[in-house]
């Protein structure tokens, strides 16, 4: 009955936590760790991953649950300690949460009470399948599980349901990977201290203190969140290689660099790993001044030493008051190389009944909750900021995408935009991008597999209209495929062109992204790494081509071309009823059949060695009808759409007199025939939503010959060689440009 008794009070004031920094404190360092990544700290970025409710709205599920992104990273960091045992007293996850740093990393495990079998936290954190073999609840959480979560859910476009579970899991994993780095900030992890009586309520406390930073940490959280907020330390460290040939990815740096050693002086430095920092500046309640051990000891560490300290010169101890009002006596030992503290131990002091009769005050060195504090205003910055730094490293890779240039000089400039369609019913069926390697310090992308994915909403009616209707909340997607390995040079960008014959992007998708995603080789990170490019694009934009030749500037109106006052006008040298333009240069009002023949959209004029797209129908444009339209992707507003027309004439009522230019009644370029003279002079402007025709426009696009009157209100105009058409709508409006074939007409 008794033994009962003594069991029931360990199991009331036994704490679930098992080893390592407590559940709520794991959550907050790791809250802080994403705010302060250049990455997941940047709203924007989430955008890239089409995660485009942002960290707060965004909802992701497993099977159980639904969180936001960043409350999946907290989640992950919390139960990276949870255990198969139901009464929480093995936990076996946390067995392999210990580093020590002056040891090789197959042997730098626990090994004072229990022993890693993985060996080291930095082995366990790449090892899959120990993982799974350890632990039934949460299983598998290591670097390149989350690896494969994070490709699946970029390239998932079918089920939307699991491309949001796929993202759930790989940021629950991130937690669990930040977790165990956060553990390296804690000295009983770094000094083979398995601690385990800071698990236990009733004996967590020694001379009114805790006996692990961790406890601390926890009943102090709010000075942890203080601390986190306001100071965050990222390491300066190359992680191009790996330190140690049983690291699978250079990330392992962050942890160990290997440059430490037994002789060393501590340092204080960010070129080092966390867990070397916190091996050689910082004490446990079982490594304090163990220096004298035998080397072989499992509690023997060279740092800090007694040397390092003033603890030869303290004196008598001095008098402090607790919290709970009695006085102690205490001296606060102070450390002054490598990191410099003012309370690395506490120096307190005892009595026996013999010393107390013989006078004798012996130190006895104990970590108070005064060190506890100076301790976590050094290591929580850093278990900060290293995390962030892990977090950046996972998410790295960055490809900068552009609009594409001609690959072949022979072949046809099949450049300056994305994607180009004359057939709405078809939509868009090639993208073509240049893609070049962006990501920081070097790193080659190579031998690896590329994926587009066009995502976008999709219009319930005509995106082309004023005030169109809202487009769907939930995304679509496209997925394409790159049918061959690549590398994705750092200096001059690739081309790469993507079919979607299978699976066309509609003319009225709107809020049109391109994210390429490569899967292969980064720097030391060797066959599944993952680097995204994204690409924010114009809507599928509408060009109108008019025929307007049928009516003509006059004083300052449009008027139709037979117009008889007109024609008093124009039919005046000599007044014989009938245009005069060869012999007597009156002016050809006539109206002209329009046949487009070539499109570019590089800058330079359209011609028959430079096109994108080539006319093979005969398509004609006829005055006053309907106008040829075709589509475009190019880049966002404010970036300009560059487009060159070039187009052939016909006069439908020849002048008279003009007939020796029209031999054959052919086609013809000659200036006194086409009135769209090309030449370098055009302006455009923009104004509010109208109708020309019948036809809503947004962009009202003219193109001035320098010979037109100032005083002319109408704007007949002559069309420029190769002319810029500014996008000015917003991002999910994409309303026609109107481009008039209607110049000043022109001998």
Same mark, same amino acid.
């Given at each position: 009955?008794?033994?009962?008794?003594?069991?029931?009070?360990?199991?009331?004031?036994?704490?679930?936590?098992?080893?390592?920094?407590?559940?709520?404190?794991?959550?907050?360092?790791?809250?802080?760790?994403?705010?302060?990544?250049?990455?997941?700290?940047?709203?924007?970025?989430?955008?890239?991953?089409?995660?485009?409710?942002?960290?707060?709205?965004?909802?992701?599920?497993?099977?159980?649950?639904?969180?936001?992104?960043?409350?999946?990273?907290?989640?992950?960091?919390?139960?990276?300690?949870?255990?198969?045992?139901?009464?929480?007293?093995?936990?076996?996850?946390?067995?392999?949460?210990?580093?020590?740093?002056?040891?090789?990393?197959?042997?730098?495990?626990?090994? &004072?009470?229990?022993?890693?079998?993985?060996?080291?936290?930095?082995?366990?954190?790449? #090892?899959?399948?120990?993982?799974?073999?350890?632990?039934?609840?949460?299983? &598998?959480?290591?670097?390149?599980?989350?690896?494969?979560?994070?490709?699946?859910?970029?390239?998932?476009?079918?089920?939307?349901?699991?491309?949001?579970?796929?993202?759930?899991?790989?940021?629950?994993?991130?937690?669990?990977?930040?977790?165990?780095?956060?553990?390296?900030?804690?000295?009983?992890?770094?000094?083979?201290?398995?601690?385990?009586?800071?698990?236990?309520?009733?004996?967590?406390?020694?001379?009114?203190?805790?006996?692990?930073?961790?406890?601390?940490? #926890?009943?102090?959280?709010?000075?942890?969140?203080?601390?986190?907020?306001?100071?965050?330390?990222?390491?300066?460290?190359?992680?191009?290689?790996?330190?140690?040939?049983?690291?699978?990815?250079?990330?392992?740096?962050?942890?160990?660099?290997?440059?430490?050693?037994?002789?060393?002086?501590?340092?204080?430095?960010?070129?080092?790993?966390?867990?070397?920092?916190?091996?050689?500046?910082?004490?446990?309640? #079982?490594?304090?001044?163990?220096?004298?051990?035998?080397?072989?000891?499992?509690?023997?560490?060279?740092?800090?030493?007694?040397?390092?300290?003033?603890?030869?010169?303290?004196?008598?101890?001095?008098?402090?008051?607790?919290?709970?009002?009695?006085?102690?006596?205490?001296?606060?030992?102070?450390?002054?190389?490598?990191?410099?503290?003012?309370?690395?131990?506490?120096?307190?002091?005892?009595?026996?009944?013999?010393?107390?009769?013989?006078?004798?005050?012996?130190?006895?060195?104990?970590?108070?909750?005064?060190?506890?504090?100076?301790?976590?205003?050094?290591?929580?910055?850093?278990?900060?900021?290293?995390?962030?730094?892990?977090?950046?490293?996972?998410?790295?890779?960055?490809?900068?995408?552009?609009?594409?240039?001609?690959?072949?000089?022979?072949?046809?400039?099949?450049?300056?935009?994305?994607?180009?369609?004359?057939?709405?019913?078809?939509?868009?069926?090639?993208?073509?991008?240049?893609?070049?390697?962006?990501?920081?310090?070097?790193?080659?992308?190579?031998?690896?597999?590329?994926?587009?994915?066009?995502?976008?909403?999709?219009?319930?009616?005509?995106?082309?209209?004023?005030?169109?209707?809202?487009?769907?909340?939930?995304?679509?997607?496209?997925?394409?495929?790159?049918?061959?390995?690549?590398?994705?040079?750092? &200096?001059?960008?690739?081309?790469?062109?993507?079919?979607?014959?299978?699976?066309?992007?509609?003319?009225?998708?709107?809020?049109?992204?391109?994210?390429?995603?490569?899967?292969?080789?980064?720097?030391?990170?060797?066959?599944?790494?993952?680097?995204?490019?994204?690409? #924010?694009?114009?809507?599928?934009?509408?060009?109108?081509?008019?025929?307007?030749?049928?009516?003509?500037?006059?004083?300052?109106?449009?008027?139709?071309?037979?117009?008889?006052?007109?024609?008093?006008?124009? &039919?005046?040298?000599?007044?014989?009823?009938?245009?005069?333009?060869?012999?007597?240069?009156?002016?050809?009002?006539?109206?002209?059949?329009?046949?487009?023949?070539?499109?570019?959209?590089?800058?330079?004029?359209?011609?028959?060695?430079?096109?994108?797209?080539?006319?093979?129908?005969?398509?004609?444009?006829?005055?006053?009808?309907?106008?040829?339209?075709?589509?475009?992707?190019?880049?966002?507003?404010?970036?300009?759409?560059?487009?060159?027309?070039?187009?052939?004439?016909?006069?439908?009522?020849?002048?008279?007199?003009?007939?020796?230019?029209?031999?054959?009644?052919?086609?013809?370029?000659?200036?006194?025939?086409?009135?769209?003279?090309?030449?370098?002079?055009?302006?455009?402007?923009?104004?509010?939503?109208?109708?020309?025709?019948?036809?809503?426009?947004?962009?009202?696009?003219?193109?001035?010959?320098?010979?037109?009157?100032?005083?002319?209100?109408?704007?007949?105009?002559?069309?420029?060689?190769?002319?810029?058409?500014?996008?000015?709508?917003?991002?999910?409006?994409?309303?026609?440009?109107?481009?008039?074939?209607?110049?000043?007409?022109?001998?």
């Amino acid at each position: 009955m008794k033994k009962q008794a003594i069991y029931s009070i360990l199991f009331l004031f036994m704490s679930i936590n098992a080893l390592g920094w407590g559940g709520r404190t794991h959550k907050s360092l790791t809250y802080y760790s994403w705010i302060n990544s250049d990455k997941l700290g940047n709203e924007t970025f989430l955008l890239r991953l089409n995660l485009d409710k942002g960290m707060l709205n965004e909802r992701l599920s497993d099977t159980n649950e639904e969180k936001t992104p960043d409350e999946w990273l907290q989640y992950g960091a919390e139960h990276e300690d949870d255990t198969d045992d139901p009464a929480g007293l093995i936990p076996d996850r946390s067995n392999f949460h210990f580093h020590n740093p002056l040891k090789e990393w197959a042997e730098a495990g626990l090994s &004072d009470i229990h022993t890693g079998a993985s060996g080291s936290a930095i082995l366990w954190a790449q #090892d899959g399948a120990l993982q799974d073999s350890i632990s039934n609840e949460q299983k &598998d959480r290591s670097w390149s599980k989350a690896r494969e979560y994070y490709y699946k859910a970029l390239i998932e476009v079918e089920y939307p349901s699991w491309r949001r579970n796929y993202f759930a899991e790989m940021f629950k994993i991130l937690g669990h990977q930040v977790h165990l780095l956060q553990d390296m900030a804690v000295p009983d992890h770094v000094r083979n201290d398995s601690h385990v009586l800071n698990n236990f309520a009733y004996v967590k406390m020694k001379n009114n203190s805790f006996r692990c930073i961790e406890g601390w940490a #926890d009943d102090n959280i709010v000075k942890v969140e203080t601390i986190a907020n306001y100071n965050q330390l990222k390491p300066l460290l190359d992680f191009s290689t790996s330190a140690d040939p049983l690291a699978i990815i250079p990330i392992a740096l962050i942890s160990d660099t290997k440059q430490y050693k037994v002789s060393q002086t501590p340092l204080s430095g960010l070129n080092q790993g966390l867990a070397e920092y916190t091996n050689a500046n910082y004490f446990s309640e #079982d490594t304090i001044f163990t220096e004298e051990y035998d080397h072989d000891h499992k509690h023997w560490f060279p740092h800090p030493s007694k040397t390092e300290t003033n603890v030869m010169s303290l004196g008598m101890p001095s008098s402090v008051t607790a919290e709970d009002s009695k006085k102690d006596w205490v001296k606060f030992v102070k450390k002054t190389d490598g990191e410099n503290l003012e309370h690395l131990v506490s120096a307190g002091y005892y009595q026996n009944k013999i010393d107390k009769l013989l006078g004798i005050y012996k130190f006895s060195f104990f970590l108070s909750d005064v060190c506890h504090e100076e301790y976590a205003s050094k290591l929580v910055p850093r278990a900060v900021g290293y995390s962030a730094a892990l977090l950046d490293y996972f998410f790295r890779g960055e490809i900068e995408v552009s609009l594409p240039t001609s690959a072949n000089p022979a072949l046809p400039k099949l450049d300056g935009i994305y994607g180009f369609t004359n057939d709405e019913t078809l939509g868009f069926q090639y993208i073509s991008l240049m893609a070049k390697n962006i990501t920081r310090d070097n790193e080659e992308m190579t031998s690896g597999f590329v994926t587009l994915i066009v995502s976008y909403r999709e219009c319930t009616g005509s995106p082309f209209v004023p005030n169109p209707p809202a487009p769907g909340i939930e995304r679509k997607y496209i997925k394409v495929e790159y049918p061959n390995a690549v590398d994705i040079p750092r &200096d001059v960008p690739i081309r790469l062109d993507f079919d979607l014959s299978s699976t066309p992007l509609p003319v009225t998708a709107v809020d049109v992204n391109l994210t390429l995603v490569f899967h292969g080789f980064l720097g030391g990170e060797f066959a599944n790494a993952v680097a995204i490019g994204f690409k #924010d694009i114009s809507e599928p934009t509408p060009v109108d081509l008019f025929n307007n030749t049928d009516l003509v500037c006059f004083n300052g109106n449009y008027v139709n071309y037979d117009d008889v006052t007109l024609w008093d006008a124009v &039919d005046i040298n000599p007044k014989n009823g009938q245009i005069d333009c060869a012999d007597f240069a009156e002016i050809d009002i006539t109206r002209r059949r329009i046949k487009p023949i070539y499109l570019s959209f590089n800058g330079a004029p359209a011609d028959d060695n430079n096109y994108y797209f080539k006319y093979e129908s005969g398509l004609e444009i006829f005055p006053g009808e309907a106008p040829h339209r075709f589509y475009v992707l190019a880049d966002e507003y404010p970036a300009p759409l560059n487009i060159s027309i070039l187009v052939h004439v016909q006069s439908i009522e020849k002048p008279i007199s003009c007939l020796s230019y029209y031999p054959n009644d052919s086609w013809s370029t000659s200036p006194y025939t086409n009135k769209l003279v090309w030449n370098n002079y055009y302006v455009h402007y923009h104004s509010p939503i109208e109708e020309f025709r019948g036809y809503p426009h947004w962009i009202y696009t003219t193109y001035e010959n320098s010979a037109v009157p100032e005083n002319t209100d109408c704007t007949t105009t002559v069309s420029a060689s190769s002319f810029s058409v500014s996008d000015a709508q917003s991002k999910t409006l994409g309303m026609p440009k109107k481009i008039m074939l209607h110049p000043k007409n022109t001998k």
